[in-house]
């Protein structure tokens, strides 16, 4: 459940940098080399993603099979302790490849 509140309240971006540092607690260098953002821009998308799972609401409607598609990728790798694996679903997450604000 609380994988789907992921995906549904936060961005790819803060995606992959709340479940590096919250799930694997990844230091901000790393996830900062893995994101390709700065130390400090990282830092401020993990306290966005904090806010946005404490909110109730979803931030985005998500398309059902592309959810279970991915969900099912993001728990394989995870059983399969992929880290490498793990890294990179959660910013593909949505199809977006340019995360900047009005980018599709």
Do not use: K, N, Y
């Not at 953002?37 to 998308?45: F, G, I, N, P, V």
């Not at 990728?73 to 992929?82: I, S």
């Amino acid at each position: 459940m609380a994988a789907l509140l992921l995906l549904e309240r936060l961005t790819p971006l803060e995606r992959a940098v709340f479940v590096s540092r919250e799930v694997f607690d990844f230091g901000f260098p790393e996830i900062s080399a893995a994101v390709g953002r700065a130390e400090s821009a990282c830092r401020q998308l993990a306290v966005r993603a904090r806010r946005h799972m404490t909110e109730s609401r979803p931030r985005f409607a998500a398309d059902r099979r592309a959810r279970e598609e991915l969900a099912t990728r993001f728990f394989a790798a995870f059983a399969e302790g992929d880290v490498d694996g793990l890294q990179p679903v959660p910013v593909r997450a949505g199809g977006r490849t340019d995360h900047r604000r009005g980018s599709p």
